[in-house]
């Protein structure tokens, strides 16, 4: 036992350690949310999605989103392995666990510094807990899947597999394409044209096995709209200065030393090689994504949080050890990160409003529901079949969302009540009036006022029963 004081000893144990220090960092910080129902509307979606899958229908056959299907792939997998809300937690857990021992290789490979690249992998678990980094978001899916190419690189490791790792990020999320053009330019100057070739073939292949999965099952036009064509009609929404001036705010407060250091590093990237400065230009591909689509989420930040980890490590390298000087400054760059992820977790305590209305409806053994603008994962959680393709409630009652997915809100919610769902959930208060569709509101007030019964309130929720002349016998 002692021997193992010294990894230099057994050097399996010095290659194993930093994977079982972040998996069990990132076990140990989301504990506390193993079983929360909801962080976030999309991974609701996600979950229902990879269900509806396992149930045998194809990804956008009954439930409408415009993400590739790597995620929906990824909570599939875990959802065969452990019950409940669970999986996707573990899947998170896992994922970050990944993607800082993934950043603490190349942290290492570019320092030369153990140290440095134990700084890097800390940071990034630590960095994951805000942003929404607790939700199952697709960035931090998407993330590791870049980060596993840009290890292949650096690392001599088959041209093919990083491609492999790069074609996995991109189904997963499209957004990441700006990175790859940055790993592929990479790869380009460690290795030339060829190995540039092998790449983009192997990178081709999961979407070309996605089209043919989806010809053989002659579903390709739905894929193609649903997955490719909507997210052009996604980007086309007009961008709004206030949200940029708060997300940027937002960041300050989050993660504003990690930027810092990015900043203070380019300034002084023409001293170095470009494999040095590589983290910089991965940090911008990683930029040009998040603000691709124009909404500048929290989530949509998580994909620059390799790179900037990458980047505090190299600049926590680039100080000489001794004094106190090295010490300050790994505190400058974990105090506000440490404060965002308290706030983010301190934030999930409290009632679970899912679990509870989810509660209420198997005890009324509810045999049809409809959430209208609360939060879809209460179908997983009863059991209950969505009754329509639109699950995520924005994608009906919002202002821009109704465009994307190509749909008549008001005729789709007619649709919906036509069919009499024994129950209906809706939010309580409802949504301010700059982000809900007065029309879509106005037709379900009418509804439940002509045929529906309050019969239970919470805070943020409502249910509301048929009334018993109008169910079926």
Known sequence: MPGLLHPGKHPHVKRALPALVFLAAALATRLPILHRAVLDWDESLYFLMAQQWRAGHLPYTTIWDNKPIGIYAIFAVFQAIIPG????????????????????????????????????????VLCSLSNDG??????????????????????????????LALGCAFMVKYVMAPEALAVLLLLWQQRGARAVLGAMAAAALPVLATA?????????????????????????????????????????????????????????ARRRGFVTNFPLLWLLGAVLGAVSAKSFYDHYFLELLPPLCVLAGYGWSRIHPGGGVRDAFLGFLALLPLHAGWV??????????????????????????????????????????????????????????????????????????????????????????????????????????????LVQRWPGAALYRLNAEKETP
Do not use: K
Not at 113 to 124: E, M, N, V
Not at 141 to 152: I, K, N, P, Q, S
Not at 225 to 254: E, I, K, M, T
């Open 212 to 268: 043919a999965l989806y010809g053989a099952a002659g579903h390709l036009a739905l894929w193609w709209d649903c997955s490719v064509l909507s997210n052009f009609r996604r980007a086309g929404v007009p961008l709004r200065g206030n949200v940029v001036a708060a997300a940027l705010s937002l960041q300050a407060w989050r993660w504003g030393p990690l930027y810092i250091t990015a900043l203070v590093l380019a300034t002084t």
């Open 134 to 163: 607790l939700s199952a978001n697709t960035e931090l899916f998407m993330a590791a899947f870049t980060a596993l190419a840009v290890l292949a690189v650096l690392a001599r490791a088959p041209a093919p597999l990083a491609g």
């Open 85 to 124: 809300v669970a999986a996707m937690r573990v899947a998170t857990a896992l994922c970050v666990a990944l993607l800082a021992a993934t950043v603490f290789r190349i942290t290492e490979l570019l320092t030369r510094d153990r140290a440095a690249a134990w700084a890097a992998g800390l940071l990034l």
């Open 344 to 453: 983010a977790l301190r934030n999930t305590t409290g009632p679970d409003l899912p679990v509870e209305v989810a509660a209420a409806l198997r005890t009324a053994r509810a045999q049809s529901l409809y959430v209208f603008d609360s939060q879809p994962i209460i179908y997983a959680l009863t059991g209950l079949t969505p009754p329509t393709r639109f699950v995520l409630p924005s994608e009906l009652t919002g202002l821009t969302l109704p465009q994307v997915v190509g749909v008549d809100p008001v005729a789709e919610l007619a649709r919906i009540l036509s069919q009499a769902p024994q129950y209906i959930v809706r939010r309580e208060p409802p949504p301010g009036p700059a982000i809900r569709n007065p029309a879509v509101y106005a037709a379900l007030d009418a509804a439940l006022s002509a045929h529906y019964m």
